[in-house]
């Protein structure tokens, strides 16, 4: 099956916004075995978009719309799917009951633009919006579908990962597709591609993609066969040859957050967890209170990012941070320790480092990060060195430091 | 002058690479008063590409291409332009000098690959390439203009502003654009267009364009205009209206963030903050913590999650916690308060709420948040209903908190 996806938007055409959500549609498309062949930007204008509509609908199978569906003047994306299938708005009682339902979860009345937004083109299907007021709409027609979605990424996201793909993939014909995602940490691309080795005897077959994020490097493999249970088979092989040569990196598989792993493994074993942040500025604290029920085993985060509140909070000596520097294998490990001591838990993690750009000396550069971690039996500081954004040294020292208790969890060396 | 883009490169299709490239060149264009009507990307196959170039050399008058000019098999732009202006490639002197200097600085020796590099469409006009082999290649035919440039990101971005843009903007006539962009927070999308009222009379012939985010809705209004003075006197005049109805929500401009705005409100007036986080779970110090130099000002943040957390780092007392709830008034005051004390800062800021999916209660949905706030003067709370989304509300949370502040700091009610 062929796709072409069409963004919709001015922000994109004077360059102010990237286009991120074509991306994370064309993956989603690939993922499932569908080829998207072209992708187009085009204006809030209407002639564009219709142009932009028949030359897709001409080509391919699958036309995915992004953009232009929210209650301001100019959002017409409505308008145009209404004139290219020959439909009208109706007032959609699926729509209404959303959006009443969205209002009421932040306390808001129902406005006129609620009720403009409950107008819905009368031959599509309503795919739900389960973040925001604009729905997806899906036309299908001869075997080929349209859908236009909302331009908000997050409210795309959801609907096309929770909605539209599997509605899709029961859709499919050809041969079936397998995949699965690992995910890796701690590693580079380059370096990983080295430990797996020869691809073609890993593989066999079998297609790989690497795809790095600032968590670390997903690996992707992907399987087509004839036949459904070869399919699987096949892509359990070469997961587990896979996983052989790089158990100590994978931390989880599909959309697995490395936040998810740790908070399962505390919960399994019955430990608790507190954390000193200082470089990473509760970027840890956030990382896990993303999990819902996180409470159970997460106490408090303490960001520390005076040196007076890492001495009142953690009990870290001034004598110590004036001999080594806060930036140091020894107030690390000290920050880890106070934070388990001061609140109890099970575990102490703590981070310390120079994120930059100021701050850096000669023997300590910007990207410099000290991890410390204590637990009832020790403690410990590991040293990174994470490159120079300042955005990037935090969340890599964020990951690097939940990853640290992975593996001291898991008794992984 | 209107312009389309055109990028090549299947790692775009499968939605592996975001599409950055053609976002700089809109960017570029737009800044030189070139209006960019459509964004096209196919993939590395001579027919897709040839279509592409056709469709848009109809359409408009500048053309940019980028991708495919490496030296690798599946870089075909060089064959497809040749096709497409009847021309064939000969060896260019100015192109072989340039390689020759690249090779020389990396200490590498002449190739065959090099040899390859130097061929170049006869009839095209050399665009230097500081930075890489592959120079752009410039096409000028009956007032028309055809760009093609490398894909590698930095390469492409040298040569389209210090050799592209300067060339093109002596060739340029037309209307000139002028634009500004207006960041908001604490109101949605619908509620900031009804605050505007009349568009027609707000705007008199500018364009506006909402761009709704987690963080708040950007506004961004666009002239166009024959004379330079007059664009930029009718945008002041466009800006001045819209602050007029909503400067309650506008917290900056451009690309502004709201922590940065606090920063340097604190900064100027001398005041240091603490925050005492629970829902928002250290979101709002990762925010502080991503401005450098937040160290001035930020003391520390404390994620007290536990109750017993919040009586031990706080001294929110249990029984106010037991009379009123975690999720409270009370308790959000107590913890502004508290934090402030144990700090020695000017303002404490707290948050406690509901973040989901679970611990709602029939009195306290999920997405209920109540903000603290404590200064010398005074403590209060605000409470908020932010959505059924638990990142949502965190983002959210985190914003209104910040927003509060600032609005406390330029005392705007």
């Not at 064309?26 to 204006?43: H, P």
């Not at 020959?86 to 009720?115: D, K, M």
């Not at 019955?270 to 200082?278: F, K, P, Y």
């Not at 408090?300 to 009990?315: F, P």
């Amino acid at each position: 099956m062929k796709a072409e996806i069409i963004t919709i938007g001015d922000e994109l055409l004077i360059g102010q916004v990237v286009n991120t959500n074509q991306a994370y549609i064309a993956e989603k498309f690939t993922e499932i075995g569908i080829s998207v062949e072209r992708m187009v930007t085009v204006s809030d204008d209407l002639d564009p978009i219709l142009d932009a509509f028949r030359e897709a609908w001409n080509r391919v199978d699958v036309v995915a719309v992004t953009g232009g569906l929210g209650p301001t003047h100019d959002d017409i994306t409505k308008k145009a799917v209404c004139q290219f299938f020959g439909t009208s708005l109706v007032s959609r009682q699926e729509v209404r009951e959303n959006i009443e339902r969205l209002l009421q979860a932040r306390n808001l009345p129902w406005s006129p633009a609620s009720e403009e937004q409950t107008m819905f083109p009368a031959s599509a299907t309503v795919m739900l919006n389960r973040l925001g007021s604009a729905a997806g709409i899906l036309f299908e027609k001869e075997g080929k579908y349209l859908i236009a979605l909302p331009g908000v990424p997050y409210e795309m996201t959801a609907i096309v990962s929770e909605e539209f793909i599997p509605w899709l993939t029961k859709r499919l014909h050809g041969p079936v597709l397998r995949q699965v995602t690992l995910r890796t940490t701690g590693i580079s691309e380059s370096k990983l591609s080295g430990l797996l080795g020869d691809l073609d005897a890993l593989l066999q077959g079998a297609r790989l993609a690497f795809l790095p994020s600032p968590a670390g490097v997903r690996l992707r493999a992907t399987v087509l066969d004839t036949d459904a249970i070869v399919a699987e088979e096949r892509l359990k092989a070469v997961e587990s040859r896979i996983r052989e040569k790089a158990a100590r990196y994978i931390f989880g598989s599909s959309t697995n957050q490395l936040e998810e792993i740790v908070g399962n493994l505390l919960t399994e074993k019955g430990l608790t967890i507190s954390v000193a942040e200082s470089c990473t500025g509760g970027l840890i604290a956030d990382y896990l209170t993303d999990v819902s029920g996180s409470s159970g085993y997460f106490d408090r985060s303490v960001v520390a990012y005076s040196n007076k509140s890492k001495a009142e909070l953690l009990g870290v000596p001034a004598e110590l941070i004036a001999a080594y520097g806060a930036v140091s294998r020894e107030v690390a490990e000290a920050m880890a320790r106070g934070i388990r001591a001061a609140s109890g838990t099970s575990i102490g993690l703590s981070t310390t480092g120079i994120a930059g750009p100021t701050g850096a000396a000669a023997e300590k550069p910007v990207g410099l990060v000290w991890i410390g971690y204590a637990d009832e039996h020790l403690s410990l500081a590991v040293k990174l060195n994470l490159g120079n954004d300042r955005r990037r040294v935090k969340e890599r020292a964020a990951t690097a430091a939940l990853d640290l208790v992975r593996r001291k969890l898991m008794k992984i060396e």
